[in-house]
């Protein structure tokens, strides 16, 4: 039984091994460590802009600021992260539940680096 069971497992571990470079991409891309550029670009840009300066049609209705505003940028990267986790006012949702804390943070320090821009 002990044989039986171990050359079971050594023909799953042969199957496993083969379909592992047979099926399985160089690097797939886990929606875990998605690009925090590609979520910025995908969830944020159409009211911040892909530059951060909140010049897009929703931006603009919405009155929003540019980040480089010194109000903004007065903000500390923690007031920016809870912005995104729990949202703005009326205008922005908040994003916590969906992209996570960690997201959250990553999102938060591309934006400080966007506004470092121009
Ligand atoms: C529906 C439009 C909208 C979307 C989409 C949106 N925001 Fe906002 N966001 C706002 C508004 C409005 C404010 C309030 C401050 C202002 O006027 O700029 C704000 C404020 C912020 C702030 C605080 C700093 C500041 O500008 O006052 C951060 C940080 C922020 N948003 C990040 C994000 C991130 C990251 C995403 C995407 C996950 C996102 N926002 C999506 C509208 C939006």
Known sequence: MKVLSLSIFGVILAAWAMSGTAAVP????????QDVKEVYLDKCAVCHGEDGA??????KKLKMKDIRAADVQKQTQAQWVDAIVKGVGQDMDAYGKELGAEMSRKLADYMRELSKKK
Not at 54 to 59: I, V
């Open 54 to 59: 909140a010049q897009t049609a929703r931006g």
């Open 26 to 33: 160089a690097s797939p891309p886990a929606p875990a460590q």
